[in-house]
Protein backbone atom coordinates (compact mmCIF):
# COMPACT_ATOMS: atom_id res chain seq x y z
CA UNK A 1 0.00 0.00 0.00
CA UNK A 2 1.57 3.21 -0.95
CA UNK A 3 2.03 6.34 1.60
CA UNK A 4 -0.66 8.27 -0.09
CA UNK A 5 -3.39 5.53 0.08
CA UNK A 6 -2.42 4.91 3.89
CA UNK A 7 -2.61 8.49 4.73
CA UNK A 8 -6.01 8.47 3.52
CA UNK A 9 -7.15 5.58 5.03
CA UNK A 10 -5.87 6.99 8.45
CA UNK A 11 -7.38 10.33 8.20
CA UNK A 12 -10.62 8.17 6.85
CA UNK A 13 -10.39 5.98 10.31
CA UNK A 14 -9.99 9.44 12.26
CA UNK A 15 -13.33 10.83 10.47
CA UNK A 16 -15.17 8.30 11.12
CA UNK A 17 -13.76 8.11 15.00
CA UNK A 18 -15.09 11.98 15.17
CA UNK A 19 -18.38 11.31 13.06
CA UNK A 20 -19.45 8.03 15.83
CA UNK A 21 -18.57 10.69 18.94
CA UNK A 22 -20.75 13.85 17.07
CA UNK A 23 -23.24 10.86 16.64
CA UNK A 24 -22.76 9.67 20.73
CA UNK A 25 -22.99 13.67 22.15
CA UNK A 26 -26.61 13.92 20.00
CA UNK A 27 -27.44 10.58 21.09
CA UNK A 28 -26.89 11.52 24.77
CA UNK A 29 -28.73 15.25 24.16
CA UNK A 30 -31.79 13.23 22.97
CA UNK A 31 -32.22 10.69 25.32
CA UNK A 32 -31.92 13.07 28.48
CA UNK A 33 -34.96 14.71 26.52
CA UNK A 34 -37.07 11.60 28.57
CA UNK A 35 -36.41 12.80 32.27
CA UNK A 36 -36.38 15.93 33.36
CA UNK A 37 -33.21 18.35 32.81
CA UNK A 38 -31.33 21.16 34.04
CA UNK A 39 -30.91 23.43 30.81
CA UNK A 40 -32.95 24.15 27.64
CA UNK A 41 -30.24 24.89 25.30
CA UNK A 42 -31.71 26.38 21.79
CA UNK A 43 -28.98 26.90 19.16
CA UNK A 44 -29.57 28.23 15.83
CA UNK A 45 -30.28 25.97 12.81
CA UNK A 46 -28.01 28.53 10.78
CA UNK A 47 -24.84 28.14 12.11
CA UNK A 48 -21.35 30.64 11.67
CA UNK A 49 -19.81 27.53 11.42
CA UNK A 50 -19.99 24.97 8.59
CA UNK A 51 -21.83 22.06 10.50
CA UNK A 52 -22.88 18.12 9.77
CA UNK A 53 -26.84 17.12 10.20
CA UNK A 54 -27.52 14.08 12.16
CA UNK A 55 -30.12 11.86 11.39
CA UNK A 56 -33.23 13.71 13.16
CA UNK A 57 -31.65 16.38 10.82
CA UNK A 58 -30.22 18.71 13.61
CA UNK A 59 -27.45 20.60 12.72
CA UNK A 60 -23.91 19.66 14.78
CA UNK A 61 -22.17 22.55 14.92
CA UNK A 62 -18.69 23.02 17.23
CA UNK A 63 -20.66 24.71 19.68
CA UNK A 64 -22.81 21.56 21.28
CA UNK A 65 -19.22 20.33 22.14
CA UNK A 66 -18.54 23.81 24.00
CA UNK A 67 -21.74 23.23 25.84
CA UNK A 68 -21.50 20.26 26.30
CA UNK A 69 -17.97 20.72 28.53
CA UNK A 70 -19.54 23.68 30.07
CA UNK A 71 -22.44 21.68 31.75
CA UNK A 72 -20.09 18.91 32.66
CA UNK A 73 -18.20 21.14 34.91
CA UNK A 74 -21.35 22.85 36.05
CA UNK A 75 -23.13 19.17 36.36
CA UNK A 76 -26.24 20.19 34.91
CA UNK A 77 -28.31 18.35 32.72
CA UNK A 78 -29.62 20.08 29.67
CA UNK A 79 -31.23 19.23 26.41
CA UNK A 80 -30.17 21.24 22.67
CA UNK A 81 -32.50 21.94 19.93
CA UNK A 82 -32.18 23.84 16.94
CA UNK A 83 -34.55 26.59 15.60
CA UNK A 84 -34.92 29.35 13.16
CA UNK A 85 -33.62 32.26 14.29
CA UNK A 86 -36.78 34.20 15.14
CA UNK A 87 -38.31 31.05 16.88
CA UNK A 88 -35.62 30.76 18.98
CA UNK A 89 -35.11 34.13 20.12
CA UNK A 90 -39.06 34.26 20.79
CA UNK A 91 -38.19 31.25 23.07
CA UNK A 92 -35.61 32.81 25.04
CA UNK A 93 -38.07 35.68 25.75
CA UNK A 94 -40.74 33.25 26.57
CA UNK A 95 -38.12 30.77 28.48
CA UNK A 96 -38.94 28.17 26.74
CA UNK A 97 -35.59 28.04 25.76
CA UNK A 98 -32.89 29.19 28.88
CA UNK A 99 -30.17 29.23 26.88
CA UNK A 100 -28.37 29.98 23.98
CA UNK A 101 -24.82 30.69 22.39
CA UNK A 102 -25.24 34.11 20.45
CA UNK A 103 -24.69 37.39 19.06
CA UNK A 104 -25.62 40.23 21.65
CA UNK A 105 -28.84 41.56 20.03
CA UNK A 106 -30.74 44.07 21.02
CA UNK A 107 -34.03 42.52 20.75
CA UNK A 108 -32.91 39.74 23.86
CA UNK A 109 -31.30 42.24 26.22
CA UNK A 110 -34.52 43.12 28.19
CA UNK A 111 -35.41 39.49 28.59
CA UNK A 112 -32.10 37.75 28.96
CA UNK A 113 -28.65 38.18 30.38
CA UNK A 114 -25.66 38.06 28.41
CA UNK A 115 -21.80 36.54 29.51
CA UNK A 116 -19.42 39.82 30.43
CA UNK A 117 -16.94 38.70 27.60
CA UNK A 118 -17.37 37.06 24.67
CA UNK A 119 -17.02 33.09 24.60
CA UNK A 120 -15.53 33.26 20.54
CA UNK A 121 -15.05 35.76 18.28
CA UNK A 122 -15.37 35.77 14.44
CA UNK A 123 -14.94 38.32 11.48
CA UNK A 124 -17.43 38.81 8.73
CA UNK A 125 -15.46 38.43 5.75
CA UNK A 126 -15.72 39.35 1.81
CA UNK A 127 -13.40 36.91 -0.10
CA UNK A 128 -12.14 37.38 -3.85
CA UNK A 129 -9.47 36.11 -6.53
CA UNK A 130 -6.90 38.17 -8.23
CA UNK A 131 -6.74 41.56 -7.81
CA UNK A 132 -10.31 43.23 -7.61
CA UNK A 133 -10.66 45.86 -5.81
CA UNK A 134 -10.52 46.12 -1.60
CA UNK A 135 -13.88 45.80 -0.05
CA UNK A 136 -13.64 48.12 3.05
CA UNK A 137 -17.03 48.70 3.44
CA UNK A 138 -20.52 47.23 2.46
CA UNK A 139 -21.12 50.41 0.07
CA UNK A 140 -17.65 48.94 -2.03
CA UNK A 141 -19.88 46.05 -3.38
CA UNK A 142 -22.37 48.54 -5.29
CA UNK A 143 -22.67 47.19 -8.96
CA UNK A 144 -20.58 43.91 -8.21
CA UNK A 145 -21.43 40.54 -8.17
CA UNK A 146 -21.62 38.98 -4.65
CA UNK A 147 -22.60 35.37 -3.54
CA UNK A 148 -24.58 34.80 -0.77
CA UNK A 149 -25.70 31.67 1.43
CA UNK A 150 -29.03 30.77 1.87
CA UNK A 151 -30.12 31.64 5.54
CA UNK A 152 -27.64 34.51 6.85
CA UNK A 153 -28.75 37.85 7.78
CA UNK A 154 -25.05 38.94 7.89
CA UNK A 155 -26.96 41.28 9.89
CA UNK A 156 -28.30 43.42 8.04
CA UNK A 157 -26.13 43.16 5.16
CA UNK A 158 -28.22 40.55 3.64
CA UNK A 159 -30.97 43.53 2.86
CA UNK A 160 -28.38 46.01 1.47
CA UNK A 161 -27.11 43.28 -1.29
CA UNK A 162 -30.37 42.42 -1.90
CA UNK A 163 -32.07 45.72 -2.34
CA UNK A 164 -32.48 46.56 -6.30
CA UNK A 165 -31.36 50.42 -5.81
CA UNK A 166 -27.86 49.15 -4.96
CA UNK A 167 -27.02 47.55 -7.64
CA UNK A 168 -25.29 44.54 -6.57
CA UNK A 169 -26.18 41.30 -8.64
CA UNK A 170 -26.20 38.95 -6.13
CA UNK A 171 -26.16 35.15 -6.30
CA UNK A 172 -28.09 33.19 -3.59
CA UNK A 173 -26.03 29.42 -2.91
CA UNK A 174 -27.16 26.78 -0.36
CA UNK A 175 -23.48 26.26 1.01
CA UNK A 176 -20.21 27.95 1.83
CA UNK A 177 -18.59 25.31 -0.37
CA UNK A 178 -20.53 26.23 -3.50
CA UNK A 179 -20.00 30.03 -2.85
CA UNK A 180 -15.99 29.52 -3.13
CA UNK A 181 -16.87 27.27 -6.27
CA UNK A 182 -18.81 30.00 -8.26
CA UNK A 183 -15.99 32.33 -7.36
CA UNK A 184 -13.29 30.37 -8.77
CA UNK A 185 -15.09 29.79 -11.89
CA UNK A 186 -15.59 33.53 -12.07
CA UNK A 187 -19.30 33.51 -12.05
CA UNK A 188 -19.18 36.37 -9.24
CA UNK A 189 -16.30 39.09 -7.84
CA UNK A 190 -16.79 38.02 -4.82
CA UNK A 191 -18.14 36.10 -1.30
CA UNK A 192 -19.39 37.41 2.04
CA UNK A 193 -18.98 34.39 4.63
CA UNK A 194 -18.04 34.11 8.35
CA UNK A 195 -14.12 33.47 8.76
CA UNK A 196 -15.32 30.44 11.08
CA UNK A 197 -17.12 28.65 8.28
CA UNK A 198 -14.75 30.05 5.14
CA UNK A 199 -11.11 29.18 6.84
CA UNK A 200 -12.19 25.56 6.32
CA UNK A 201 -13.41 25.69 2.52
CA UNK A 202 -10.35 27.44 1.94
CA UNK A 203 -7.86 25.08 2.78
CA UNK A 204 -9.94 21.56 1.43
CA UNK A 205 -10.22 23.23 -1.38
CA UNK A 206 -6.81 24.67 -1.58
CA UNK A 207 -8.01 27.43 -2.77
CA UNK A 208 -5.02 29.82 -3.81
CA UNK A 209 -4.87 33.67 -4.37
CA UNK A 210 -7.38 34.46 -1.90
CA UNK A 211 -7.68 38.26 -0.53
CA UNK A 212 -10.10 38.60 2.55
CA UNK A 213 -11.53 42.03 3.31
CA UNK A 214 -13.26 42.08 6.87
CA UNK A 215 -16.04 44.35 7.13
CA UNK A 216 -17.13 43.47 10.76
CA UNK A 217 -15.63 41.45 13.79
CA UNK A 218 -18.61 39.02 15.34
CA UNK A 219 -18.89 38.36 19.03
CA UNK A 220 -21.00 35.57 20.27
CA UNK A 221 -21.96 35.20 24.39
CA UNK A 222 -23.67 32.69 26.82
CA UNK A 223 -26.53 33.91 27.13
CA UNK A 224 -29.42 33.26 29.77
CA UNK A 225 -33.07 33.84 29.82
CA UNK A 226 -33.98 36.30 32.60
CA UNK A 227 -37.51 33.36 33.43
CA UNK A 228 -34.62 30.52 34.61
CA UNK A 229 -34.63 30.64 38.37
CA UNK A 230 -31.38 32.23 39.60
CA UNK A 231 -29.99 33.25 36.00
CA UNK A 232 -27.73 35.83 37.62
CA UNK A 233 -26.21 33.17 39.66
CA UNK A 234 -25.85 30.18 36.49
CA UNK A 235 -24.30 32.83 34.51
CA UNK A 236 -21.55 33.83 37.19
CA UNK A 237 -21.24 29.95 37.36
CA UNK A 238 -20.32 29.27 33.67
CA UNK A 239 -18.73 32.96 32.81
CA UNK A 240 -15.92 31.15 35.23
CA UNK A 241 -16.02 27.94 33.43
CA UNK A 242 -16.06 29.77 30.52
CA UNK A 243 -12.63 31.00 31.31
CA UNK A 244 -11.10 27.77 32.25
CA UNK A 245 -11.48 26.17 29.18
CA UNK A 246 -9.71 26.16 25.83
CA UNK A 247 -12.87 27.16 23.54
CA UNK A 248 -10.74 27.31 20.21
CA UNK A 249 -9.00 23.68 21.10
CA UNK A 250 -12.74 22.34 21.68
CA UNK A 251 -14.01 23.37 18.02
CA UNK A 252 -10.91 22.39 17.04
CA UNK A 253 -11.79 18.65 18.51
CA UNK A 254 -15.12 18.25 17.51
CA UNK A 255 -13.81 17.95 13.75
CA UNK A 256 -17.30 19.53 12.62
CA UNK A 257 -16.24 20.56 9.49
CA UNK A 258 -18.91 19.23 6.10
CA UNK A 259 -20.95 21.65 4.31
CA UNK A 260 -24.39 21.01 4.63
CA UNK A 261 -26.13 20.28 1.35
Not at 86 to 94: A, C, I, M, P, V
Not at 132 to 150: H, Q, S, W
Request: aromatic share 8%.
Amino acid sequence: MSKSMQSQKNKNIFQNIITLFAFMLIITIDCLAVDEIDIKYGYPDQSIFIATVNGKEQPTTPMLFVANELFKKANLTWRATAYPAKRLFNNLKSGETNFSILVRASSLLESCIFSKEPVYTTNLNVYSLGNKPVIATKEDLVGNRVAIIRGYSYGKLRKFIQDPKNNIKNEVTNTHSSAFRMLELGRVDYVVDYASAAKDIIAENSISDVRVDTLSPLNIYLVISKSYSNADELMKKLETIAESINVKEIIKRSGVKSDIN
